[in-house]
Structure formats: structure tokens, C-alpha cells
């Protein structure tokens, strides 16, 4: 498997830089499209598409590759790839039930491959503030393809206007989607990791009221308060006139699962008059949960660490690497989150793109799966 990953401010930088990449016989068959919503997606899949590349691509809250981090633009990491070791599925939800349409994901994915492998994205954001259930897709391709599965990813953002992400791939796209491009593990090899650093604090809560994304009450006590009592505010009227959700990613919930697992999870709206908060992903009612201290800045020697241990234990190589962020990270950490994504890129020096998220799929140390919130996940691909 070859790589090259590509940048440009315009439609015209990337055909430019598309068109030096392929000057020495290149042949990509694969592109990884990351990009702001400001962008003319359109015309940059024509171009790929002219090229017969298949896309996997979504809009951001930021782009980066290789040395390079930006806002606006577009990043593209590039396989060439042989077709017959990936397919790409592509489903928009409408009315469906998540689990439901993830379910038969799975099982379209096993009529291909297998043992099928999962790169995940769907949309973070819409216009009316509705959240993709995450949960239920991690959840939904597990009940066909079983908990072994190697599924990483991230959702799509907005440049953090919340009005509406997009996914697309070739001649299709939309608002409410998920995508996967299923990888033949049998013939390319996936490693990575996710990692949060977000430290639990204080004593376990309880969701008691909520339906979907929206949490009403919390230990009986309107979820809005307890929350605000919880980073020592009184009113939101103290607040910064930052958006609502800068503050969730600073403090996000640690969702405690069935399996002795955690999970983040940012507030990213609220209802002053309901008193409740808007997740991520849906809490059902009875969900315990810690709240988080905002992370100092050793997490980003946590995130290396921990890779750089992986690297070693499992005596891997790559040929390309995918990085997902969440841009809770960026709006945390600041210009310190770039450190985080280059120290990555330096373990395995190999092409790599990735984006700014707002959410996150991949797999902890020693846990399952899970849909995430505040968390770097990566991912390396390698032909065997």
C-alpha cells in the first residue's frame, strides 16, 4: 500500500497538489477527504472522482496533516490500495432506528469480508442541534459482526457553527448519514488506540430523567443546576459569552458502562427554562456517571506513552496513519493539541491525515469499543 496525504485553501490547491502527487506514477484508489464546510465539496469530488478514486470524506472543526494544522481548508490522505481489500457503505438514516441501520451494516459488511474492519463517521452536528447516537452504531455493527471488531472513526463536524455537518462520498451526501469504510483485515492490518486523560472527580451520579440526548434531572435535581453547582457557577449569566459547548468539553461526563468501562460524554447545549442539559449521545435513564476535571497539560505524554507502548508490545509497522481529535481537545488544549497530533505522527512517520471531531469512535486499553467524547483515536493501516 502507497500513501500520500495532500492540503490545499481551495479547490485549485487541491487539484494542483492532486496533480503533483500522481507526477510519479502514483495511482490512488482511495481518498480520505477532510474538509470545512466552507469548502466546495462538490467540486473537489468531481475531481477525485475523475480519477475513479472512491471517497470517504466529512466536513470538520478543524484539518490536519503531516506538518501542517489548519481551519477552513483541505486535508486528503491517499491510498493506493488494492479495490478488492475495501468497500464503502453508506446509509442515510431518515427515520430508522441507528442500532437498526448499523445492525445491517455489519451484516453487509460480513457478505464482503470475512473478518471486516470499520472506519467510521457520521454526522456530529445538524441544524435543529440533534446529536448522532453514536452508542447505537458501535453497538449496532457488534450485534452482526461481534465485540472483536476493529472499529475506529470520528463524527463530523462544522467548524463549530452547530448547524449541520456533511458526509459524502462519491454522487452521494447528507446531513443525518453514517458512512463506513470497511477494510479485508485479512489482507490490510489496523492498529490504534483511544485515549481521553480527563481525570474523574467526586462521587458517582445518576441520570433519573431523560430522553435521547437531553438529561432533565440529576440525583432527582434539574440536571442544568447540578451541573453548573458542580464547576462552582451559580448562573450562566457569569458565563463567557463563549458557546455552551466550550464549557462542556471542558467538563465532560465519564459515562460508568455495564462492562466496568468508561466512556466520555460533553454537555453541548442547554434548556434555562427545562433545566436540562444536551449529550452527545443519548444517556438513557438509570445511566451513573463522574464529572471530569478539565486535564493539565502531562496528558499529551500520557497519549504518546501509551502509543509509543503499543507500538513496541504489538511490533508493528504502518503504511499510513488516521488521526481523529476531538475538537473539545483543541478548544482545551489550544495550540498544545498540534504537539499531540505531530508526537503522533513522529511514532510512526508514515502519511497521515485527520480532523477535529465531535465524537470519537475507537477502543481504550484492555476495554471494548465505545463512542467517545474529549479523546484522541488513531488508527494505523498496513498491508500485509
Known sequence: MKAKSIKGNSTEEIQKALSESLADGFKPTLAFVFCSIQQDITAISSMLKAHDITIYGNTTAGEFKDNYQGEGSVV??????????????FEIIGDRNVRDVARQMGADALTKFNKP????????????????????IVRGIEDSVGVDVSIIGGTAGDDFTLTGSLVFTNGLSSRKAIMALVLDEDKVAINGLAISGWKPV???????????????????????????NYMGRISLEDESPDPFYHIGFNYPLQIQKANGTTAMCSPIMFNKAEGS??????????????????????????VITKSKELKNEKQVDADAL??????????????MANEEVEGLKDIWNVPMAGFYSYGEFGRATNARHEFHSTTISWATLKEK
Open 76 to 89: 486528503c490522505l491517499l491510498l493506493e490500495i488494492n479495490p478488492a481489500w475495501f468497500t464503502l457503505l
Open 117 to 136: 474492519a470499520f472506519i467510521l463517521t457520521a454526522n456530529g452536528a445538524s441544524e435543529n442541534g440533534e446529536t448522532m447516537d453514536g452508542e447505537s
Open 202 to 228: 467526586g462521587t458517582t451520579k445518576t441520570i433519573t430523567k431523560s430522553e435521547g440526548g437531553w438529561i432533565y434531572t440529576i440525583d432527582d435535581k434539574p440536571a442544568l443546576e447540578i451541573f453548573l
Open 277 to 302: 442539559l444536551l449529550c452527545e449521545y443519548t444517556l438513557p435513564t438509570g445511566t451513573r456517571f463522574r464529572f471530569s476535571l478539565p486535564p493539565d497539560f502531562d496528558i499529551i505524554e500520557e
Open 322 to 335: 488516521l488521526i481523529f481529535s476531538c475538537a473539545g481537545r483543541l478548544t482545551t488544549l489550544g495550540p
